[in-house]
């Protein structure tokens, strides 16, 4: 069996994550791209159902083609519609090939496209290191590639995608019915703690203020972490990503990065302390009962 096979070859183990990381990272530069596109003509579409006006203005649901899933059409170039072929898509060589340049027209391409298949490789790489060849690991990849893709889709539509988020977090209940990550009772505890804590928050600030603090994507999205991680970790999780997150936004302000008016997206920080405590968090809970020990 291939697991046997992994066992006896770890550099063929890490290897191969490392390979399906960046094939997969390729993928996800896709979902990113294309999930909020699709979610936006489906909205429109349900819109024009509901209010039965055929007239109505939707940007969006003209800008791309009719026939438009993480599937089809092919990739193109933004600017001059070149369709991306094979040669040209492999993962970080084509970019280094092509010199980061469309073939046809030139134009710069994104270094965010081979850095997230890069990114896909490391994050893939530590979990298999972390947790060896098992089911754990190879589950633990993957929640690594729904939190990348949640991350990058927050950053640019500040919005976290119903179609990633609750899927995942039934699966992290599904996956503790065996204590894959913690055990079930956890689990259950978790998705619901994670939810009502940041929806608590919510509540609380806009009774105070009458602004919304933050989306809802955000409470589903601790609600998903806590269903895989168990509620044990909401703590860190919560901390880490309010520290992180008040010193970025912070330094942004005051470097005048960013306008103080301006919202920025909570969900990239919840999912970097996510996955730290994927891998780390129960040596962070016991650091932290430790040092308020003293």
């Not at 850095?115 to 490391?122: G, V």
Request: glycine fraction near 6%.
């Amino acid at each position: 069996m291939i697991i046997t096979l992994f066992e006896q070859n770890t550099v063929l183990f890490y290897t191969t994550v490392v390979l399906l990381g960046l094939l997969v990272g390729s993928f996800l530069n896709v979902v990113i791209h294309r999930l909020p596109i699709m979610l936006k003509r489906q909205w429109v579409s349900e819109c024009q159902c509901f209010l039965a006006e055929e007239d109505l203005q939707a940007a969006p649901a003209k800008e791309v083609p009719t026939t438009f899933n993480l599937n089809t059409p092919r990739s193109r170039c933004p600017h001059c519609g070149h369709a991306i072929t094979a040669i040209e898509n492999i993962p970080v060589v084509s970019y280094l090939f092509l010199h980061g340049r469309c073939r046809e027209c030139k134009t710069p391409i994104s270094f965010r496209y081979p850095a997230i298949e890069i990114l896909s490789a490391i994050l893939a790489l530590t979990c298999a290191w972390h947790f060896g060849v098992s089911l754990a690991a190879a589950f633990a990849i993957i929640l690594s590639w729904a939190l990348i893709s949640l991350t990058f889709i927050d950053l640019d539509h500040q919005y976290l995608p119903d179609n990633i988020t609750l899927p995942f977090l039934w699966l992290g209940l599904l996956l503790n019915i065996n204590n894959t990550f913690t055990d079930l009772e956890s689990a259950v505890i978790g998705a619901a703690a994670g939810y009502l804590i940041l929806w608590s928050v919510y509540q609380l600030f806009k009774k105070l203020t009458g602004k919304e603090g933050m989306g809802f994507g955000d409470f589903k999205l601790l609600a998903m972490l806590g269903a895989w991680l168990g509620w044990q970790v909401l703590p860190a999780i919560i901390l880490l990503s309010s520290l992180v997150g008040a010193i970025v936004g912070i330094s942004l302000i005051v470097l005048k990065k960013h306008q103080r008016d301006i919202p920025i997206p909570f969900g990239p920080y919840l999912a970097a302390a996510g996955w730290i405590a994927l891998l780390w968090g129960h040596d962070l809970n016991s650091a932290y009962l430790q040092w308020i020990s003293y």
